[in-house]
């Protein structure tokens, strides 16, 4: 299983920008995903999360309202669109995936066995 995140880039506070992460295998349908994120000087932390169906979603109250995960399980994409953005929202952020676990599990980084590799979002005041 491989996850490649891309679309992380340069906002102004208040801009948007679209994460997307493609994944490899055949059973992505089955998977829950989700997006951690890591600022420079802080630990890892839970974003968003959907389940395999897509009818579940979880939110960091830090950025509920302002972000919004999807999934297209047609094209093993996942993505995160991120409005109204803050200089706080500034971070590495990954996509992770993991077969189906609990929904208390799903904002649990040790939850997910795979990651990608990460895209810089960088938000200036």
């Known amino acids: 299983v491989q996850l490649q995140a891309s679309g992380g880039g340069y906002a102004q506070a208040r801009g948007s920008l679209r994460l997307s992460c493609a994944a490899s295998?055949?059973?992505?349908?089955?998977?829950?995903m989700a997006w951690f994120r890591q600022a420079p000087g802080k630990e890892h932390e839970f974003a968003a999360a959907?389940?395999?169906?897509?009818?579940?979603?979880r939110y960091a109250d830090s950025v509920k309202g302002r972000f919004t995960i999807s999934r297209d399980n047609a094209k093993n994409m996942v993505y995160l669109q991120m409005n109204s953005l803050k200089p706080d929202d500034t971070a590495v952020y990954y996509c992770?995936?993991?077969?189906?676990?609990?929904?208390?599990?799903?904002?649990?980084?040790?939850?997910?066995?795979?990651w990608g590799q990460g895209t810089q979002v960088t938000v200036s005041s």
């Open positions: 992770a995936a993991t077969p189906r676990v609990a929904q208390s599990a799903l904002m649990v980084s040790s939850s997910y066995y795979y």
């Open positions: 295998g055949r059973t992505f349908r089955g998977w829950d």
């Open positions: 959907m389940r395999y169906s897509g009818g579940t979603t």
